[in-house]
């Protein structure tokens, strides 16, 4: 049982490029959450979907844009990186109104 | 001022200490209450979840929330060199379905021998 994966483990962009961080979880869960984490700023909200077919905008959604693709994924997209942008992402998954679980993350750096 | 507040530590305390982590929280709307443990370069993992104010135990954790204060606490009984790591409170609202979470800045926590 795999949980939550990420793909990649860790990406070096440069300034305007872009890409699409990857996850999927294998719980059959509902939700899913695309969070990044910075020293001293925790772990702040991106986007969410509560379901397949639904997604939102979280405390800091500029610069993304993200795809529920089925029950299992959920990417996240930056169309134009910004050195900004660097941070580690986590991607987590829940039961309606449950506890989330998160995948391994992914360091990106934008240089 | 931030939603929830979480000292960062660096705490440092001996192998077998009592370890207490803190957290306070200025919305009164927040009912469900966890802590994560994250590890250097990993994800957080789940250690805690209560609902509403009350003690609840597992294993070596203890994890208390006082609604009327808005302080909930973790306790480390015997604490190892394994639960050096940061840890992170969060908490959410009942809100539509999906579980938004606020977390705290997390607290390092080293477990010297």
């Known amino acids: 049982n795999a949980g939550v994966t990420q793909t990649p483990k860790f990406q070096v962009l440069k300034t305007g490029q872009s890409m699409t961080l990857q996850c999927a979880q294998d719980m059959n869960h509902n939700s899913m959450y695309w969070y990044r984490q910075d020293p001293g700023m925790g772990l702040r909200l991106i986007y969410y979907?509560?379901?397949?077919?639904?997604?939102d905008k979280g405390e800091v959604p500029n610069g993304y844009n993200v795809s529920r693709l089925n029950k299992r994924e959920f990417s996240l997209r930056l169309e134009s990186a910004a050195p900004s942008q660097t941070s580690v992402y986590f991607c987590?998954?829940?039961?309606?109104?449950?506890?989330?679980?998160f995948g391994p993350g992914t360091r990106l750096l934008v240089l | 001022q931030k939603e929830v507040e979480q000292d960062p530590g660096p705490l440092s305390v001996p192998e077998g200490a009592i370890v207490s982590l803190n957290c306070t929280y200025s919305?009164?709307?927040?009912?469900?209450f966890m802590w994560y443990r994250q590890y250097s370069r990993k994800g957080p993992e789940l250690l805690m979840y209560?609902?509403?104010?009350g003690n609840k135990e597992d294993g070596r954790f203890t994890a208390q929330v006082d609604k009327s204060s808005k302080y909930i606490s973790l306790f480390i009984r015997d604490s190892q060199p394994s639960d050096s790591a940061t840890y992170l409170c969060?908490?959410?609202?009942?809100?539509?379905?999906?579980?938004?979470?606020?977390f705290g800045t997390g607290t390092r926590l080293q477990v010297t021998l």
């Open positions: 969060a908490m959410s609202r009942l809100t539509g379905t999906a579980s938004k979470l606020t």
């Open positions: 987590a998954s829940s039961e309606a109104r449950g506890t989330q679980y």
């Open positions: 919305n009164s709307a927040f009912q469900y």
């Open positions: 979907s509560a379901s397949e077919g639904t997604t």
């Open positions: 209560t609902y509403s104010s």
